[in-house]
């Protein structure tokens, strides 16, 4: 079986040396693999210093420009001939030794392998808690979704993925309906060059993507349902607070207050509903525009 492994880098030139070095030792011991390094915009000359080596079992590709490291994902799975993708870092903190690893899981029948990160590293405290909340809120049974993957080639053909949703390959193949697995792997500090992710900001895209992929997973598959329900008991508390106010005004205790909560409550519950109503049109669309495709 042939297995693709996918390298995004971005200016990782410094490294390009150490991590073709690895794989030559590699590759003597595993000749089903290819590696398919993928150059997203680097600045550092990444790619010229790339091209330089020249080996069989190696391709490169090229963004013109810094697209982002799920499009050089994508990038790479389109050239891939493999059965398997296996997602590789090119800043060599993973070992690839741990990479025969997940393709036991593939080849024990899961669809993807993910890693279990172990040792100390920076952000420790920060991952621990993203994966905790991932966890949550797509019912995941793995400790770590962010970590060296490896997948079936058809699993990136049946999911969408958006700008920096390569975090998201487990839960949104999992709500696909392919099956997961993991195993935990070596992660190694890094020894040249720097992160490319800012740390707070990486904090609040990474929040804000986690509500996305959740949204999408979710509300977006039945708009009606939620928003909908949402609408009707806004609207339905609105008219049970406006009797209430009926009634005290009757008695001689009218409140003004309570006439603005009604109102906010009505007016909310009719904008839910109505986006509850769009929900479901778009839905429908996409809908169409799947089976199209499929």
Do not use: C
Request: hydrophobic share 45%; proline share 3%; aromatic share 12%.
């Amino acid at each position: 079986m042939k297995i693709s492994v996918v390298v995004p880098a971005y200016n990782e030139a410094v490294n390009i040396p150490f991590l073709v070095e690895e794989f030559d030792k590699f590759i003597k011991k595993h000749k089903n693999y290819e590696v398919i390094l993928v150059d997203d915009g680097s600045e550092d000359g990444t790619f010229d210093i790339a091209k330089e080596y020249k080996r069989a079992y190696l391709k490169i590709v090229r963004h013109t420009r810094n697209l982002g490291k799920t499009q050089a994902i994508i990038s790479g799975a389109k050239m891939a001939k493999g059965k398997i993708i296996i997602v590789f870092d090119a800043d060599l903190q993973y070992d690839l030794q741990d990479i025969p690893k997940l393709i036991g899981l593939i080849k024990n029948g899961a669809d993807i392998a993910t890693g279990w990160k172990q040792g100390n590293y920076e952000k420790k405290f920060v991952s621990n808690v993203y994966n905790y909340w991932a966890r949550r809120l797509f019912n995941l049974s793995i400790h770590d979704m962010n970590s060296i993957k490896a997948f079936k080639k058809g699993v990136l053909d049946a999911i969408s993925l958006r700008k920096d949703w390569h975090r998201y390959i487990v839960p949104l193949a999992k709500d696909a309906g392919f099956t997961i697995a993991e195993v935990k792997v070596n992660l190694r500090p890094r020894k040249y060059g720097s992160p490319k992710y800012q740390y707070k900001s990486r904090i609040l895209v990474g929040l804000f993507d986690l509500l996305a992929v959740k949204f999408q997973l979710t509300f977006m598959k039945k708009p009606l349902l939620y928003f909908g329900t949402i609408g009707l008991f806004s609207i339905a508390l609105g008219i049970f607070i406006g009797l209430i106010s009926i009634l005290l005004r009757f008695f001689g205790h009218g409140f003004r207050p309570l006439l603005y909560l009604v109102i906010l409550l009505i007016i909310s519950g009719l904008l839910f509903f109505s986006l509850a109503l769009i929900g479901e049109s778009m839905r429908a669309v996409l809908d169409r525009l799947e089976k199209k495709e499929s």
